[in-house]
């Protein structure tokens, strides 16, 4: 419940960093490095985030999806706010 409500007041770049202070050892087991997981937060942070609930044992069948629905949500933040802008600038 606390994860949900930081998701929704901070974003998930903080959560990101809270969950790898607070649960390193999953971020371990999950990424063999630390170059991955900060590029991941900084760029792509709900894919980061769903990789790191689905992936420690490995990929198997729906988390391929899982995946998938984070990227889109991600890319989705990208272009929404793009799209937005490109109706407040002047053509």
Do not use: K
Not at 26 to 49: A, E, K
């Amino acid at each position: 419940m606390c994860l949900f409500f930081s998701l929704l007041l901070f974003g998930p770049r903080l959560v990101g960093l809270l969950w790898w202070l607070i649960d390193p050892a999953r971020w371990n087991l999950t990424f063999h490095g630390f170059l991955l997981p900060i590029l991941g937060i900084v760029f792509l942070p709900w894919t980061t985030l769903t990789y790191i609930v689905v992936a420690p044992g490995g990929l198997l069948g729906f988390d391929y999806l899982w995946l998938l629905i984070a990227l889109l949500i991600d890319f989705s933040s990208y272009g929404g706010g793009a799209y937005s802008r490109r109706r407040r600038v002047p053509a």
